[in-house]
């Protein structure tokens, strides 16, 4: 009995095996069939020891179990907020490159509208203007290119039904050869980056046929005559 105790009270509590309790149980078995009240009240107060150090133990296993639980709880929300700072970042970087560069295309917009300007102006006739004129177009294609390489557009306008998200009305009139809300001429080009405006399209738009009575004549001031072209506002094409 003295050899049993010793060994539970000099080993770990995480390191009882079964055979020690059952050594335990069979000398307790043994004391009270020799009816020795000592050896059972050392026994009982041994196995309760052990019993403490159990509940001890489970304790412990349940508390760092739980603990378990949270760390990994904790860290599954670290990865989904880190996942999601890392796709709003994203997110945000894509729309600042393409604020950026629709600033810098929009400027460059003018640009487009002199080489246009240009373009109609020039009249080649000798061949050092030839020269000069085939240069002037090369560059122009060369910028061109580079426009549509960063997705730029050029809006649809004669001929296409008036859109006032993309168009903007300066003129009407009539017009034998489109109806009513087209497109008939434009003023300056409208363009698209993707599908954010950067310019809308000045245009005139048609007010209908002709009218070959004179009764149906317009009786406002905005139309004298059939062909006048009177600038309107954008909103009443």
Do not use: W
Not at 14 to 20: D, G, I, K, L, N
Not at 33 to 47: C, P, R
Not at 187 to 192: A, I, Q, S, T
């Amino acid at each position: 009995l003295e050899d049993t105790t010793s060994q539970v009270n000099g080993s770990e509590p995480t390191e009882v095996s079964a055979s020690v309790i059952e050594v335990l149980l069979r000398n307790y078995s043994e004391a009270v069939l020799g009816n020795d009240q000592a050896a059972m009240s050392t026994i009982q107060a041994e196995l309760e020891v052990i019993q403490k150090e159990r509940d001890s133990l489970s304790q412990l296993v349940a508390n760092l179990t739980e603990e378990s639980a949270l760390a990994k709880e904790r860290l599954l929300r670290l990865n989904a907020d880190f996942d999601n700072f890392r796709k709003r970042s994203g997110r945000e970087k894509d729309s600042l490159r393409e604020t950026v560069k629709g600033d810098v295309v929009e400027s460059l917009l003018p640009m487009i509208d002199n080489f246009e300007r240009a373009k109609g102006a020039i009249k080649a006739e000798t061949d050092g203007e030839r020269k000069i004129d085939s240069s002037y177009q090369g560059i122009y294609k060369q910028f061109v290119d580079i426009m549509k390489s960063l997705g730029v557009k050029v809006i649809d306008t004669v001929g296409k039904e008036f859109n006032p998200e993309l168009h903007e009305a300066i003129m009407r009139e009539e017009s034998s050869e489109y109806d009513e809300g087209i497109v008939t001429q434009e003023f300056r080009r409208g363009f698209l980056l993707g599908e954010k405006l950067l310019r809308a399209a000045m245009v005139k738009v048609s007010s209908g046929k002709p009218s070959n009575s004179p009764a149906a004549a317009p009786q406002d001031s905005e139309e004298t005559t059939p062909s006048d072209e009177t600038p309107v506002d954008e909103n009443s094409a």
